[in-house]
C-alpha cells in the first residue's frame, strides 16, 4: 500500500466548504505569500507534495506520516494543523536526536534538548542555502533554528506542548521546514 493510498480522498469528500482553505505558506521569491485552497483533491496533493524522500528511516518517516495525517484532515477541521504541527517538531526532534543524540551532551547529562540538537544542525554545515524552502521562497530559517529568532523551533515546540492560549494561526511553512531539515539530517542516507 503506497503513501498516497492512506490520504483517501473520500475522507474529505463529504464536506463542501463555502470558502476555500487559505494558509499563509512561503512561494516562489515569497516568503509568506498566500495558499488557497478549492478543493479537497488539491488540498490532497499539496499535503503529499511535502512527503519526505526515499532513505529516511521508518520511525521517523511514520511519525512525520501522522503529521501529515493531521494537515489532511484539516480540510475537514482547520484546527488540526497546529497539532500537526507539534507533530512535525516532535518528528524532527525525533530525527535529530537519532543523527546528532550521541555528539551532544545535555545539561546535568541527559539526554540533549531540542535546542541543542537544533544548533547541530548549523554545526553540520546547514545554511538558508542548503534549505529546498528558503531557496525557493528567499527569506531565512536559520534565525529559528539557531534561536536567534523567537520564537525559535525549539521554543515553538513548547508552546504548542504545553497548551500557549495565544498561539491560534497556523506557521506557515512548518511542515515543509521541518521535511527539509529531516532530509537534511538524513541525507546521505536518501535515495535520489
Not at 521562497?137 to 495565544?166: V, Y
Amino acid at each position: 500500500m503506497t503513501e498516497a493510498t492512506h490520504f483517501d480522498i473520500a475522507l474529505l469528500s463529504g464536506l463542501k466548504r463555502e470558502h476555500a482553505l487559505d494558509l499563509v505558506w512561503p512561494m516562489e521569491g515569497v516568503p509568506a505569500g498566500l495558499l488557497s485552497f478549492r478543493s479537497p483533491s488539491e488540498w490532497r496533493q499539496f499535503v503529499l507534495s511535502l512527503s519526505l524522500p526515499v532513505g529516511v528511516p521508518e520511525i521517523v518517516s511514520a511519525k512525520y506520516h501522522r503529521a501529515q495525517m493531521l494537515y489532511f484532515l484539516a480540510w475537514l477541521y482547520p484546527d488540526l494543523i497546529k497539532a500537526g504541527e507539534l507533530v512535525a517538531l516532535t518528528t524532527l526532534e525525533l530525527a535529530l536526536r537519532d543523527r546528532y543524540g550521541s555528539k551532544v551532551k545535555g545539561r546535568r547529562g541527559d539526554k540533549p534538548d531540542f535546542s541543542a540538537l537544533l544548533h547541530c544542525l548549523k554545526k553540520d554545515g546547514l545554511t538558508d542555502a542548503k534549505i529546498p524552502m528558503v531557496k525557493r521562497s528567499g527569506g531565512s530559517a536559520m534565525g529559528f533554528i539557531t534561536g536567534k529568532n523567537e520564537p525559535s523551533l525549539a521554543q515553538r515546540r513548547n508552546l504548542l506542548a504545553h497548551g500557549d492560549p495565544f498561539d491560534a494561526l497556523p506557521c506557515g511553512g512548518l511542515l515543509e521546514l521541518a521535511r527539509d531539515l529531516i532530509a537534511y539530517a538524513y541525507r546521505e542516507m536518501i535515495t535520489p
